[in-house]
């Protein structure tokens, strides 16, 4: 591979964002596919390699979770958006749960995920508590779908819809859900 020169590009970029809408408006489809998955393969990349990924899951097993053994809702500590979860019920039949769906597929099958640990609810419950790290990538959009079983029938409670825009964690819309609503 040559080398490239990049030099008055990244000048324009730089001195104005701006620029970046100008250049993606001017290039063909084609390319401006190929833009936006090298980009964010660049930002997940980033991540992974700037980011202390066993410090901010540490943190986040000591944060991110409620009184009630459910998980808060997510938050940037940049390089990651820090996603956790977790059920906690006295049996696998009867229990309450919270899990983040990312870009509509949830956290743990998504494609962005850098990380998911996975550890035993503490106490005499039973269930597991989760944390997943995303890279911060414009327009991501999360779901956190907070749900209870009762007697075998799972049922969403509430619904809070986040995006990112630029860099941070925006909440667009929080639905609670009647129990005739989605399972």
Not at 114 to 131: C, L, Q, S, Y
């Amino acid at each position: 591979m040559t080398t490239r020169r990049f030099g008055t590009i990244l000048r324009h970029l730089r001195e104005s964002p701006e620029a970046a809408r100008e250049l993606a408006a001017k290039l063909p489809d084609e390319a401006l596919i190929e833009l936006g998955a090298a980009i964010r393969d660049e930002q997940a990349r980033r991540a992974r390699e700037a980011g202390d990924q066993q410090a901010v899951l540490e943190a986040a097993f000591r944060i991110g979770f409620g009184r009630d053994g459910i998980g808060v809702q997510p938050w940037i500590e940049a390089p990651f958006v820090v996603c956790p979860g977790g059920l906690v019920g006295k049996n696998r039949g009867n229990h309450k749960c919270q899990f983040v769906s990312v870009d509509d597929v949830w956290v743990w099958d998504s494609g962005d995920l850098i990380h998911e640990e996975k550890r035993n609810a503490p106490g005499d419950d039973e269930g597991f508590r989760a944390v997943a790290l995303l890279p911060i990538v414009e327009g991501m959009a999360l779901d956190v779908v907070r749900a209870r079983m009762r007697q075998g029938q799972h049922n969403v409670e509430r619904v809070v819809s986040y995006v990112v825009e630029k860099g941070k964690l925006v909440e667009v819309e929080r639905r609670d859900v009647s129990p005739r609503g989605a399972r």
